[in-house]
């Protein structure tokens, strides 16, 4: 039986859902900074610090240890799928969403990989794949140009305990130090928003993504992305080029990708 939405759950979720009908309809694809705070989306940079001594480090993920993973070495390639340099690729293919989606695969069969060969299966265990094609998580895809979609969503394997998230992400366009795109604030705010519709998670305030996104050409960055009841925070690190092959960088990414959700979510925090 369907649990009872609470009516302070109600409202936070209805304030969300108005940034996100208005971001939806926003034409512009990229957004700078100051544009994105008159639209009650907050901008703060991350570092990816594995030791956790800085303050600017993910707020509600941590890094699992790197002697859990696999070293994703020529061999390691010549064995599972091969990392396509930038130069390596024919040029008809180095559209953005081509390269971003070849990154995707790369590193989703690493991560993988990882997960299924980790000690005692230790990382196999702590995060599941979501549907893409049944509510509340059908819309994170969008066809019109410039395309944007969500081929990998996970959520935290702990009930209700955890309403983390994680989502490797595409967008058909490149990427700006100074801005966010118009598809990773949308399927930010629609990954949150179906995970708050969900009543398991009715008795959290704060749902938690951290967002892989993949652009051109053939970078990346991660951003983690929160509710604090009045504005959506995001949080982006600096842009990694991705067009050849760092063995570390897809290390570090795999540690963020398969470590543990962490955080008090039951309260809303603020930016």
């Known amino acids: 039986m369907r649990s009872p939405e609470p009516a302070k759950h109600k409202q936070l979720r209805s304030a969300l859902r108005a940034i996100k009908n208005h971001v939806e309809g926003l034409e512009a694809h990229e957004l700078d900074y100051s544009q994105l705070a008159t639209h009650r989306i907050n901008v703060s940079p991350m570092e990816l610090d594995e030791t956790g001594k800085s303050s600017a480090r993910p707020t509600f993920f941590e890094p699992c240890p790197a002697h859990l993973l696999m070293v994703p070495d020529d061999e390691y390639d010549r064995k599972s799928v091969k990392y396509q340099a930038f ?37 196999d265990g702590l995060w599941s794949g979501l549907s893409l094609i049944a509510a509340p998580f059908e819309d994170l895809f969008e066809h019109n140009e410039p395309e944007f979609g969500t081929p990998e969503l996970v959520e ?28 990773e604030v949308v399927i930010a705010l629609r990954v949150i928003n179906g995970q708050m519709r969900r009543s398991r998670f009715f008795e959290h305030s704060t749902v938690p993504v951290l ?18 009841g009045s504005s959506v925070v995001m949080r982006p690190t600096r842009l990694f080029d991705l067009r050849e092959k760092d063995e570390t960088l897809i290390r570090t990414f795999a540690q963020w990708f398969l470590g543990e959700p962490t955080g008090e979510t039951r309260v809303l925090r603020g930016p």
Not at 99 to 112: L, P
Not at 158 to 182: C, F, Q, T, V, W
């Open 87 to 123: 130069k390596s690729v024919n040029p008809i293919f180095r559209r953005p969403i081509d390269c971003a989606r070849n990154m995707i695969s790369y590193y989703s069969y690493f991560c993988f990989g990882c997960a299924i060969h980790s000690e005692n299966y230790i990382l």
């Open 156 to 183: 935290a394997k702990r009930g209700r305990e955890s309403p983390h998230m994680k989502a490797m992400i595409y967008n058909n366009l490149d990427g700006n130090e100074n801005k966010l795109l118009r598809g």
């Open 211 to 228: 967002l892989f996104s993949f652009l051109g050409p053939q970078h990346a960055r991660l951003i983690e992305a929160y509710f604090d």
